[in-house]
């Protein structure tokens, strides 16, 4: 695509993002759309175990933003039954997802092992529900387990999940490093991998003393940029779009305490298209947008488009805005006040 000025794409998808409650919600909801997005997978706290609370919690995002498509799930814990998993299915909830406790922000209903979940499993696997892991273990100075390794350490949890229900879809979400790239793409057609914009811009280096790109999973090494970048690069099907788009207040996200560390989470969704597409131009990859945006994600999910079109176009440097405000909330995206190459010209659904 060298010398492209002009791109159309089907419909994107985001596969995971946070659209919280409340203000903040009406404020960053409209975002998922405004950034090019018609299709949203999104996480909540308190964590959804029902179907009922899935239910309203979809009726809360469409009623401030009905054009965009809200894909639901309910969360992995004890209180989640294959007869929930049934109901979940029948109502139209397409996931469920996993997250170990305390491994990220608002994790405090994690789950501590996977085996006593099985039976979920099962129903999962029989109904055809996709199951999101949070792929990191809590850090353990006992087992040398921290931050920047929890990922690798998670692997062979996804490894034996799929071995245990080898027809059940799995997305290893976020993944941020090589070794979690090799395992996804040696298992199968049935586990998939998201990877956010900001992974593919970030390492360790940039979120080291700068609490604006602290998230979790951390950034890695540079050599983990690159697998991400890679996989992108190569088309590979089972890689695709999951933003992790995580809003917090301004004032918990620049500043921490003795007793408590800053908010993890980069927010993306208003810029996220025009992001992507200005990363994977930068590294060789602006041919594989659509794949990576729009149609691998939804194929997995067995998830038809909306039928429209989002168009982009080159530009000399679009800056993106310092701060989105609405009432009493605010928020400060992903790269503000820096410059993007592309922005949105049409925007259909």
Not at 90 to 98: D, F, L
Not at 128 to 144: F, I, R
Not at 252 to 258: E, F, L, M, V, Y
Request: with cysteine.
């Amino acid at each position: 695509m060298a010398g492209t000025s002009i791109i159309s794409i089907a419909s994107p998808a985001d596969f995971h993002v946070h659209l919280r409650q409340g203000d903040l919600s009406n404020l960053v909801t409209p975002h998922v759309s405004q950034g090019g997005f018609h299709l949203a997978y999104p996480n909540l706290k308190p964590p959804i175990t029902t179907t009922a609370a899935a239910l309203a919690y979809k009726r809360s995002l469409q009623s401030i933003c009905p054009s965009t498509h809200f894909l639901m799930t309910l969360y992995l814990s004890p209180d989640l039954t294959p007869a929930e998993i049934r109901t979940a299915k029948e109502a139209g909830i397409v996931g469920v997802k996993s997250y170990p406790r305390g491994v990220t922000t608002n994790s405090e209903g994690g789950i501590e092992n996977y085996e006593m979940y099985y039976p979920v499993f099962e129903a999962m696997q029989e109904v055809g529900m996709v199951l999101n892991l949070h792929g990191e273990v809590p850090s353990d100075p006992t087992t040398n387990t921290h931050i920047l390794n929890a990922e690798p350490s998670f692997l062979p949890h996804l490894i034996k999940l799929h071995q245990t229900f080898p027809n059940l879809r799995i997305v290893l979400e976020h993944a941020t490093t090589r070794a979690a790239v090799d395992v996804v793409k040696s298992l199968g057609p049935t586990v998939g991998c998201t990877i956010t914009a900001h992974h593919l811009a970030l390492t360790v280096d940039d979120w080291a003393g700068q609490s604006w790109n602290y998230c979790k999973p951390v950034a890695k090494y540079p050599d983990d940029r690159e697998a991400l970048r890679e996989v992108i690069r190569e088309g590979h099907p089972r890689f695709f779009l999951g933003s992790d788009s995580a809003p917090h207040p301004p004032h918990t996200k620049s500043t921490s305490a003795p007793s408590s560390s800053c908010a993890a989470g980069i927010y993306t969704s208003p810029i996220l298209l025009p992001l992507v597409a200005h990363l994977l131009e930068e590294f060789g990859a602006l041919d594989r947008l659509e794949g990576f945006v729009s149609t691998f994600g939804r194929d997995f999910y067995k998830v038809e488009g909306q039928g429209g079109k989002v168009t982009l176009r080159k530009v000399e440097g679009r800056k993106v805005e310092e701060r989105w405000a609405l009432g009493g909330e605010s928020v400060i995206p992903f790269w503000a006040g820096k410059k993007l190459g592309w922005e949105i010209i049409e925007n259909g659904v």
